[in-house]
T-cell receptor, first 108, second 118 residues
Framework: GENVEQHPSTLSVQEGDSAVIKCTYS??????FPWYKQELGKGPQLIID?????GEKKDQRIAVTLNKTAKHFSLHITETQPEDSAVYFC???????FGAGTILRVKS | GAVVSQHPSWVICKSGTSVKIECRSL??????MFWYRQFPKQSLMLMAT?????????EQGVEKDKFLINHASLTLSTLTVTSAHPEDSSFYIC??????????????FGPGTRLTVL
């Protein structure tokens, strides 16, 4: 089955800096990779996703890159703001296999 | 659009009782609904996948007789935790996907239900 690894587990950045979270997956057949943001006590919220026929996708301050050969994909957040502080999860495939999560803390 | 609700948002029950959690897609018809469980400071673990009108498919290690899933309509799925025990205390989250509003692989998550079994 699919296995998704996520790094780092915790990331602290200064407001305005960029944050990068990386995930690797094992199943080369996986073709869909969403990123979710989860705030304390709430359900995950889809923030961006990418499919295997695309190498990069951007939405304002958020971007995702995919390297199918290396089987890894990354979330990039630029100009971070305090409200970006949350737990971020990557996932792979329709039957979503989640990474362990990354706690992002943006210090103002 | 693509809003998913859950009810209740939190519930406290005594050991041995059963608890029902509802998941509704408010503004779309969900082809498939998923149920996840999340323990504190851990990731989401898929429990089961259900399609309207058919039996749910449970993940390995999830007891189907303990976690009863009913997906009676395209907008409602229920999860019943039967004979709950303290170890069932967790954050239960549903998600829904739809072939109509987007490709089938996008899941929209509900806000979650916090279950505490005393």
């Amino acid at each position: 089955g699919e296995n998704v690894e996520q790094h780092p587990s915790t990331l602290s950045v200064q407001e305005g800096d960029s944050a990068v979270i990386k995930c690797t997956y094992s199943d080369s057949a996986s073709n869909y990779f969403p990123w979710y943001k989860q705030e304390l006590g709430k359900g995950p919220q889809l923030i961006i996703d990418i499919r295997s026929n695309v190498g990069e996708k951007k939405d304002q301050r958020i971007a995702v890159t995919l390297n199918k050969t290396a089987k890894h994909f990354s979330l990039h957040i630029t100009e971070t703001q305090p409200e970006d502080s949350a737990v971020y999860f990557c996932a792979a495939r329709l039957k979503l296999v989640f990474g362990a999560g990354t706690i992002l803390r943006v210090k103002s | 659009g693509a809003v998913v609700s859950q009810h209740p948002s939190w519930v406290i029950c005594k050991s041995g009782t059963s608890v029902k959690i509802e998941c509704r897609s408010l503004d779309f018809q969900a082809t498939t609904m998923f149920w996840y469980r999340q323990f504190p400071k851990q990731s989401l673990m898929l429990m089961a996948t259900s399609n309207e009108g058919s039996k749910a498919t449970y993940e390995q290690g999830v007891e189907k007789d303990k976690f009863l899933i009913n997906h009676a309509s395209l907008t409602l799925s229920t999860l019943t935790v039967t004979s709950a025990h303290p170890e069932d205390s967790s954050f239960y989250i549903c998600s829904a996907s739809s072939l109509v509003i987007t490709r089938a692989d996008t899941q929209y998550f509900g806000p979650g239900t916090r279950l505490t079994v005393l």
